[in-house]
């Protein structure tokens, strides 16, 4: 008996592919739509051999609404998982127009869309970085966003959050889940399925596994004079297969209005502290430098998790060496070997 039928949104990326296979192995049918820009077409056989599942899959772009609207034609979905969208950062700078009309565009021809065909429940990734600058730097949902966001990509994200809480109150039965991701990482622990960007990574952990592999000579460190315990940024590292399990979560427990969860760990991790745990758990000595601080990195920031604990009876289990290992399990399964 299926638990029900989801679209994924970017269901061929790094979180939205290990998103996939949770769903079906917890009985849901899901079905993908993707642009495949920062994904491989690939991973679609990966979810098979995890799962023995084939999703259907449509090559669409969410900016193209006459053709996510043929997508929703044949659908009969009960909710939308919503990852599609570009997360760049430093990107997002250069080319703003293209992030606002692809996150936020891509979002209201998605939201037209469930409209049209009467999808009421929709889970948003969203991301830490609508909290901006905060007097503190452990995040509650409560605080305010949107105040210091210096990049336009963590504006889409506030944006398309303030887009569905409006589409609530004009609509009060829709159902809205906001999820709010702090730093993913990680791999499947097959080996199977792993952060692979098609674009310049901008994020830790990717520019990490090239430096591991020999693609970048060597990791610079934006910076060691915070007021952080050795001087380097901290950040809420989240293993993405707990992550994902959020997501299931708050699939089962969605309920007309908006709800907001941050799925974080509640532990600071600084860029040493990686250092150290991918060293340890790989053997080798990662090659860095300390450089100069990066625009718009903020010192420390972590989650409250707490509400996402009490209402999903969610919380991480697993480690930043757990993330580490099943990490380089998938670099080995793609067939990367690490430096000497
Ligand atoms: C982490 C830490 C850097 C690279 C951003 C987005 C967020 C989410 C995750 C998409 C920082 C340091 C990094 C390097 C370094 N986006 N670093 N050398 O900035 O916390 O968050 O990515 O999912 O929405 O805002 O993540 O991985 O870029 O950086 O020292 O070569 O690693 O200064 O402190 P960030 P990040």
Known sequence: MSKGRVLATGG????????VVELIKAGYEVEIIDNLYNSKAGVLGKIVELTG??????????????????VFTRGNYDAVIHFAGLKAVGESTEQ??????????????????????????IVFSSSATVY???????????????AGITNPYGKTKFMIEEILKDATVADPSLEVSILRYFNPIGAHPSGLLGEDPNDRPNNL???????ATGEIEKLTVYGNDYSTPDGTCVRDYIHVVDLVKGHLATLERMRPGVQIYNLGTGRGVSVMEIIEAFSRVSG????????????GDLGSLYADPSLAER?????????????????????????LKLRA
């Open 12 to 19: 061929t990326g790094y979180i939205g592919s290990h998103a």
């Open 53 to 70: 599942v084939g999703p259907k899959f449509y090559t669409v772009d969410m900016c193209n609404r006459a053709a996510l609207m043929e």
């Open 96 to 121: 703003p127009l293209h992030y606002y009309e692809n996150n936020v565009g891509g979002t209201l021809n998605l939201l037209e869309c469930m409209r049209a065909y009467g999808v009421k429940k």
């Open 132 to 146: 901006g600058v905060q007097e503190s730097p452990k995040c509650e949902e409560s605080m305010p966003t949107g």
């Open 205 to 211: 952990m990717p520019i990490v596994m090239k430096v």
């Open 284 to 295: 080798m000595q990662l090659p860095y430098e300390i450089g100069a601080r990066r625009a």
């Open 311 to 335: 209402e999903l009876g969610w919380r991480t289990e697993l480690t930043v060496e757990d993330a580490m290992r099943d990490t380089l399990a998938y670099l080995r399964k793609e067939g």
